[in-house]
């Protein structure tokens, strides 16, 4: 009998404790809504500061998994330029860029947001974005191959866009502005006027938003 109340009170212990465990974990394990959310008049770009909205082409947001952290940015450029950072890409984040195949390229709608990693993306297009050349996102991989025929450059996935490739993002726009001095540059020019301003008169150097870069 002795026997019987001792397994009794050990398997209710371990059910206690089985359920304590199970408390805790959870509490420290909180759930983050990760579901994309929309892009608000007055919202900056993380890394350039500027009004995501006013400007057209596709745009990124990034929502941490863990503490549910969003960044949200003007261009699919600039986010990559933030993910490819050595500290971001450890980040457990889920990624979002329009879908440029569902909307139209100077106000993408935020339905219209899908998941960056599945995304194909057209580069070395002349389809112009907030940060002047862009990349072009798109669900469908014949449509991205569509735009590429008809307005130049090439289909790269998610895990195809590294470093070099905004380099050669950053050189076209250097070489964009040389050659058209658009308003888009204009005002990036106003934005960058300072003490180190007139090395954009001679062709600049490789990056041109070196003061947007991520700190
Ligand atoms: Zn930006
Ligand atoms: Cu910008």
Known sequence: ?????????????????????????????????????????????????????????A???????????THKFCSTVDMFSWWLQPENKTLQAQIYVHDMAKT????????????ARKAWFVVGSDLQGAMGPSIASYSDKSAAEKLAH???????????????????IAQAGHEHAA?????????????DAGPEHESMEHGGDAIEHDEHAPK
């Open 104 to 115: 139209n390229w100077n106000t993408p709608e935020d339905e219209h947001l899908m998941d």
């Open 150 to 168: 008809d307005r130049g450059g090439r289909v790269l996935s998610f895990e195809q866009i590294d470093l070099a490739v905004l380099m050669e």
């Open 59 to 69: 745009k990124g947001q990034s929502i941490n998994k863990q503490n549910g952290d």
């Open 1 to 57: 009998m002795k026997h019987i109340l001792k397994k009794a009170l050990g398997f209710g212990a371990i059910l206690v404790t089985t359920f304590w465990l199970t408390a805790c974990t959870e509490e420290s394990k909180p759930q983050v809504n990760t579901d994309p959310v929309a892009f608000h008049a007055g919202d900056e770009c993380h890394v350039c500061g500027m009004l995501i909205t006013e400007w057209p082409g």
């Open 179 to 191: 050659e058209h001095g658009d308003k888009m540059q204009m005002m990036h020019d106003q934005e």
